[in-house]
């Protein structure tokens, strides 16, 4: 396989695309290219590893037509990368590139890993670090990773992202599936990444409550109305 990572996710921003490629092309040793996929063209020339993909589908479904790309591509490495980001630490991609090498060294082969995340709903919200865990209040909940990084052939593994999803969530249950195939999660602290603030029109609000429902129905075991030690149904 080529030592080279795909960068794959829907995007409906193009006003931001060329400045994190321009974060990931002069920051970075490794060969990359990007994949985006969504209803919104860009009205400029993308450059010859940045690509669009024009569909009318959801945003999860976006997301899957990019993953098939990436896994016929025969790049080593994969990063969900969407346009709600702005900015990213040095060295971002070799960082990861480097974890997920530690990792196989160490035997998990099926590894996926990901920067600190920062994000906050009020100023000055590029300083806070974000936990990533299934459940946010109970810290012996599983590793997650916004923007995961991991092989490809990990992700060819867990095959394709449910039908049931919208727009989120996809991601959290393709690392659940990981786990439960005995793969691995870390973090790589030694990068991190920062969100926008939330912008008008904005996917999380209009289907967060419902994939976040989709993703439990997978996942969280029922508990005939009884709440658990957490407080949880």
């Not at 060969?31 to 569909?55: C, M, Q, T, W």
């Not at 998990?108 to 209040?137: A, E, Q």
């Not at 195939?181 to 609000?205: F, I, N």
Request: aromatic share 12%; glycine share 6%; hydrophobic share 30%.
């Amino acid at each position: 396989m080529k030592e080279k990572v795909i960068c794959y996710g829907s995007a409906i921003r193009p006003q931001y695309w060329m400045g994190i490629w321009e974060s990931l092309e002069k920051n970075n040793d490794i060969d990359f290219e990007i994949l985006y996929a969504g209803h919104v063209r860009p009205d400029f020339e993308l450059p010859k590893n940045l690509h669009h993909v024009y569909s009318e589908t959801g945003a999860a479904e976006c997301v899957e037509i990019v993953r098939r790309i990436a896994h016929a591509s025969g790049c080593r490495y994969m990063l969900n990368c969407t346009d709600d980001y702005y900015r990213l630490s040095p060295n971002f991609l070799d960082e990861l590139v480097e974890d997920v090498k530690d990792a196989k060294k160490s035997g998990y082969d099926d590894y996926f890993t990901c920067g600190i995340f920062r994000v906050s709903p009020t100023p000055p919200w590029c300083n806070h670090d974000t936990p990533l865990i299934y459940h946010n209040k109970d810290l012996n909940s599983p590793q997650l990773h916004t923007w995961m990084f991991h092989p490809t052939e990990t992700s060819i593994k867990l095959g394709s992202i449910d039908k049931r999803f919208k727009a989120q969530y996809w991601d959290v249950d393709l690392q659940m599936r990981n786990y439960e195939m005995g793969g691995q999660g870390g973090q790589q602290k030694s990068v991190e990444m920062t969100e926008r603030p939330p912008e008008p029109g904005a996917l999380s609000p209009k289907f967060a409550a419902l994939d976040r429902a989709t993703l439990d129905s997978f996942w969280v075991p029922v508990t005939n109305g009884k709440k658990d030690e957490n407080g949880r149904y």
